[in-house]
């Protein structure tokens, strides 16, 4: 079974600092692998994803993520943070069985942005 | 513009009614999905229908039923069975096919009070 863990339920930077936000995953098959953004009392929106081929993923917003097979990672980052990426961020993964195709989502990692 | 509409946006109800929650999409997709997000926990799968007139359990459908008797459409039933339906419901859909990669498109949600 397929899992996502979000490290970091809380995140917080400054204007201008780098953002992480930390997602592993267990999968036993390759995985397609998520990060999408919640702003309040609204739908999710897609970032980024990853399916196959180049293992850098560059999104929306100067999104990135790199997908690290080996240590089963799917870390998002950012530059320099802006007051407007302040949302709640969600890794998802889900496997090529077309059988359900759901996705798994983490617990999710709120970011905060202090000016 | 395609995408997907969930209404109402807010939602009251009185302990003991059902209440449904409407989900359309004029995306052409086939799979669609309910979750069900509460605070600190991501999201958690309802209900899934791949096809019209077919449709599977998730992780907590218990108290919750639903129909699919149009493609477009995918209404939420939130009976009085279930115990503690406060929370934030969305809906999502996905295209058939591979390069879909299950890739998932949310509507906007629908914030159910109970009072």
């Known amino acids: 079974a397929q899992s996502v863990t979000q490290l970091g339920s809380h995140v917080s930077v400054s204007e201008g600092a780098l953002v992480l936000l930390r997602c592993n995953y267990s999968?036993?098959?390759?995985?397609?692998l998520f990060w999408y953004v919640q702003y309040p009392n609204q739908g999710l929106q897609l970032l980024l994803k990853?399916?196959?081929?180049?293992?850098l993923v560059k999104g929306i917003n100067g999104f990135e993520a790199e997908f690290k097979k080996s240590e089963t990672s799917f870390h998002l980052t950012k530059p320099s943070a802006h007051m407007s990426d302040a949302a709640e961020y969600f890794c998802?993964?889900?496997?090529?069985?077309?059988?359900?195709?759901?996705?798994?989502f983490g617990s999710g990692t709120r970011l905060q942005v202090q000016p | 513009d395609g995408g997907i509409t969930q209404s109402p946006k807010y939602l009251f109800r009185k302990e003991g009614q059902n209440v449904t929650l409407s989900c359309e999409q004029n995306?052409?997709?086939?799979?669609m999905y309910w979750y069900r997000q509460d605070p600190g926990q991501g999201l958690r799968l309802i209900y899934y229908?791949?096809?019209?007139?077919?449709?599977q359990k998730g992780d907590i459908a218990e108290g919750y039923s639903v129909s699919r008797e149009k493609k477009e459409s995918f209404p939420l039933t939130v009976t009085s069975a279930q115990k503690n339906p406060t929370a934030f419901y969305l809906c999502?859909?996905?295209?058939?096919?591979?390069?879909?990669?299950?890739?998932?498109?949310f509507g906007p949600g629908t914030r159910l009070t109970v009072l």
């Open positions: 999502a859909s996905t295209p058939r096919g591979r390069g879909s990669y299950n890739e998932q498109f």
């Open positions: 990853y399916t196959t081929g180049a293992t």
């Open positions: 229908s791949q096809i019209v007139n077919d449709f």
């Open positions: 998802a993964v889900s496997e090529a069985d077309m059988g359900r195709r759901a996705l798994t």
């Open positions: 995306l052409n997709h086939d799979a």
């Open positions: 999968s036993s098959v390759p995985p397609y």
